[in-house]
Each structure stands twice: as structure tokens, then as C-alpha cells.
């Protein structure tokens, strides 16, 4: 191993998320895709719901259009059922991932199955290159029990949601495009984590329980932090322990035209996304 190979990563940024209601009125932290943090190629959005009081899901996310990448919803606790106008529908339980590609454009649903209790979870929007945009629609629905567990040392545990660790577990969740590195960890006080992932890949971690520390970083929930050059991610957990996604992915690195659901290349291509849903080509 050389010096390089076991530089760790350090936090570039950190970030503490920005209030944000979408949907027909759900209220969530945005921590991609705001004003100071408007992405992180190839990861467009990054919203997180955690809230035990109906009236800030309830409401959910009635029929709306999707095209030119992928949404993926990682539910902590509670469920959301998605229903989509190619045929599509799935109940997605605690612990469970569905990840959707939207290509080349759905109408789709995520509603609460639930009428009370917490509600906890991600979204993640993931880039599709302009090469990709037009794939056909897809849905994974991956129930925790498909979500493999890599025991790690001192009771530690990392589920592998998509791509491969260097110990050789591969989660189950493919990208129609990106190769993503997709974990979710846990790491009792005290221990640490430690992963490779190249210095070419955009990397973060979405801390959403307890408090860490990367190098002279140190980080409460629920924050992101947004990782630099290095070729090894290394977390050391705080006194209470600590939960968070760590995504890395290569930055797809061509011009991003964005407006609400739609995500292309360019503005004749968002134009002509507008017309198309107007027009009942979803
Ligand atoms: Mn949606």
C-alpha cells in the first residue's frame, strides 16, 4: 500500500441542511440542492424526513413527473407505498430501498402507509449522463432483508445498499449508469470505520443519528459532510455513537439543466420534457 492509497479524506464542508417542504406539503431537511449547496455531481438532491408528527408527512407526494436521472428513497422507520403510471407499485418498510430510474420519464406517487408514528428516511437524486437519460423506466424494491450487513469489528455494521467494499460485499441496488458506493452505518461509541474510495469519486457522509468525527472534524446529526481528496473514508464515532450514509460515486461532469422533477443536459431538452408531460407522453 502506498502513502497515497492510505491518505484519509477530510471534510471539505459541512453542512447543516436547509428547512424544506415538497410534495403536496412535507416538511424535511435538504442538504443537496439548496442555495449554498446546489449539487454534488452526480448527486443532484439529498433530502431527509425524520419527523414523528403526522402533519408533517401525512400529506406525501401525489402524482408527479420524473426524467433524466434516479431517485433513491431509503426508509429508516415507517413505510411509503410508490405507484407509478408504467404498471409500477411498491411498499417500501423500514430498512427498505427502492431505487428508480426515471429515464426516459414516469408519473409517479410516494404516499405515507401510515397514519401516525415516525417517519424516517432519505431521498437521494442520482445524474444520469445525457447518454443514459432515455433508459427505460425501472424500479428496484429492496427490502431490508435484500440489504446484505457487513459485521465489522467492535459491533459495527455497514449495509451495503449498492456497489462492492473492499471486504467484498455487494449490495444489491444497480444504477442505470453510476457506479455507486451506497452504505449505511453504524457505529457503536468508540469504534471506527474505515473504507477506500478513490479520490475521483464525489463522496459524502449524511449523518442522521449520533455525532462523528473525520480527522479534526467533528460532526452532530443531522449534517452532511462533503469529503475531499483522499483515498480512504475514516470515521471515528462519538461518545453516543452514531448512524450515517456514505455515498461516493465518479462525477458524471457535463452541464446539468434542472427544473423541478426534470433533469437534463440542456434547455432545449428541459423545453422539450415540459411538452412531453403536457403533452401525456410520460
Ligand atoms: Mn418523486
Not at 500500500?1 to 441542511?17: C, F, K, N, W
Not at 443531522?222 to 448512524?243: E, F, K, M, Y
Request: aromatic share 6%; net charge negative; proline share 9%.
Amino acid at each position: 500500500m502506498t502513502a497515497d492509497q492510505r491518505t484519509p479524506r477530510p471534510v471539505a464542508a459541512l453542512h447543516r441542511g436547509m428547512p424544506a417542504s415538497d410534495g403536496a406539503g412535507v416538511t424535511m431537511t435538504r442538504f443537496i440542492g439548496t442555495a449554498s449547496l446546489s449539487m454534488l455531481d452526480p448527486f443532484l438532491m439529498l433530502d431527509h424526513f425524520h419527523s414523528d408528527r403526522p402533519d408533517d408527512y401525512m400529506a406525501g407526494f401525489p402524482d408527479h413527473p420524473h426524467r433524466g436521472f434516479e431517485t433513491v428513497t431509503i426508509m429508516l422507520a415507517g413505510r411509503m407505498r410508490h405507484q407509478d403510471n408504467k404498471g409500477n407499485a411498491g411498499l417500501i418498510g423500514p430498512g427498505g430501498v427502492q431505487w428508480m430510474t426515471a429515464g426516459s420519464g414516469l408519473i409517479h406517487s410516494e404516499m405515507p402507509e401510515q397514519e401516525d408514528g415516525l417517519m424516517s428516511g432519505f431521498q437521494l437524486w442520482v445524474n444520469l449522463p445525457a447518454a443514459a437519460k432515455a433508459t427505460p423506466p425501472r424500479y428496484q424494491d429492496l427490502p431490508a432483508g435484500a440489504i446484505p450487513v457487513e459485521p465489522r469489528p467492535g459491533g459495527a455494521a455497514v449495509r451495503v445498499i449498492a456497489g462492492t467494499t473492499a471486504r467484498g460485499t455487494v449490495g444489491p441496488a444497480e444504477s442505470a449508469a453510476a457506479t455507486p458506493l451506497l452504505l449505511d452505518v453504524s457505529l457503536p461509541a468508540g469504534q471506527s470505520f474505515a473504507e477506500p474510495v478513490p479520490t475521483d469519486r464525489t463522496a459524502f457522509l449524511a449523518l442522521y443519528d449520533g455525532g462523528l468525527s473525520v480527522g479534526d472534524t467533528e460532526a452532530a446529526a443531522p449534517s452532511l459532510a462533503v469529503l475531499g481528496d483522499g483515498a480512504t473514508v475514516a470515521v471515528a464515532a462519538g461518545p453516543a455513537g452514531c448512524r450515517f450514509l456514505m455515498a461516493a460515486s465518479a462525477p458524471i461532469a457535463e452541464p446539468v439543466a434542472r427544473y423541478g422533477p426534470f433533469v437534463m443536459t440542456t434547455g432545449e431538452e428541459l423545453a422539450q420534457a415540459f411538452e412531453d408531460y403536457r403533452a401525456g407522453r410520460f
